[in-house]
């Protein structure tokens, strides 16, 4: 049994194998430019963030019905209780599917009906975030929470993702007010490949309560001391910093420096399909580039449930720290 987890950095239209994308092709009448999944496979060596991101939107193409999502996510979920996962808060990007033409209650019902199902399948509790592309206008952002009204008993929180440089927080500050009134928890992407100051601007101006990256908090020692003593969770995917080329090697991440730290950090897989493995493979992968020690290890399973959006009512959360607390290692683990 692996070590019980949460996964709180996932786009789960980041979890497409290139099996399902053909898959749903050929359901949907979609014609992919790649001849098979090997093909495809090859595409997936990327330069930066944008590179990733052009084929990530050109791939999801392929998801049209609510029975699609649903195929989707419980895909993931079943990949991801294999890997000790519990719990699961999974971002999706509402634009990307209602610029195709896809309704945002396609996609949150055809999600839903996963997640629905999710504890007696899987054994995983889940939340929903949806997330605004920052390389979109924030009047479409706004127009996005307005036309999510009607699920919002879904989704627990909102997020904010795409292409970072350029995009500052600041400027969603309208729309996670908004969000924040309408009881919404608040996370975004800041630092992936922007500067410290985008991780100061989504405290400061949006309020995050967590903060997905946060990897160049590391270039600036003040706000690495706010974060450690406000205890911001950090929600880090060390595979997908390898891959998008922000560290060069596994060996370089600054995980072991965030640990010693005292940051709030958490491993996660962001695009298990394209970074080459779900967060199971994420733990073993620095495991074994940055020698980590299980007990070092235990505390990333622990922030990791300590960071999730838990209600404390409903006893998951100290269900899932008593699971961490008394994991027993197995050997080679
Ligand atoms: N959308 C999907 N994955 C992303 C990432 N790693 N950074 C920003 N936006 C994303
Ligand atoms: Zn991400």
């Given amino acids: 049994m692996p070590l019980p987890k949460a996964e709180l950095h996932l786009h789960i239209e980041g979890t497409l194998e290139p099996e399902l994308a053909f898959a749903l092709a050929e359901r949907n009448g979609v014609e992919l430019p790649y001849a098979d999944t090997e093909a495809l496979r090859e595409a997936y060596r990327f330069s930066d963030l944008q590179s990733f991101l052009d084929l990530y939107y050109e791939l999801m193409g392929v998801l049209h019905t609510a029975r699609d999502f649903t195929e989707l996510a419980d895909a993931y979920l079943a990949r991801a209780a294999a890997q000790g996962v ?15 033409g896809v309704p945002i209650g396609t996609v949150v019902e055809g ?55 350029g995009h500052p927080p600041s400027k969603f500050r309208e729309v996670y007010e908004a969000a924040s009134a309408l009881g919404l928890r608040k996370v975004a992407h800041a630092g992936e490949e922007g500067p410290p100051e985008y991780i100061r601007e989504a405290l400061d101006v949006l309020g995050v309560e967590r903060v997905d990256h946060g990897l160049r908090c590391m270039e600036d020692a003040e706000l690495v001391a ?16 390898v891959r998008l080329r922000a560290i060069d090697v596994l060996e370089d991440h600054p995980l072991p420096a965030m640990l010693a730290a005292g940051l709030v950090a958490t491993v996660n897989s962001d695009d298990p399909a394209y970074f080459g493995g ?48 008394a994991y027993e290692f197995e050997a080679g683990e």
């Fill in 86 to 100: 519990r719990h699961a808060e999974i971002f999706f990007d509402p634009q990307a599917h209602t610029a195709r």
């Fill in 111 to 165: 999600l839903a009906a996963a997640l629905d199902r999710a504890e007696e399948r899987h054994g995983v509790s889940t939340r929903l975030i949806m997330c605004f592309l920052r390389d979109e206008s924030a009047e479409s952002a706004m127009a996005t929470l307005e036309a999510a009204k009607p699920y919002l008993h879904r989704i627990t929180g909102v997020g904010l993702d795409s292409a970072e440089v």
């Fill in 226 to 241: 706010r974060l450690v003593r406000d205890r911001v969770p950090l929600t880090l995917c060390p595979l997908s910093n």
């Fill in 278 to 325: 779900y967060v199971g493979d994420n733990f073993a992968a620095v495991r074994g580039a940055l020698g980590l020690g299980r007990e070092q290890l235990r505390v990333l399973a622990r922030n990791s449930f300590e960071a999730a959006f838990l209600d404390d009512e409903e006893g998951l959360r100290a269900r899932y720290l008593a699971e961490v607390e």
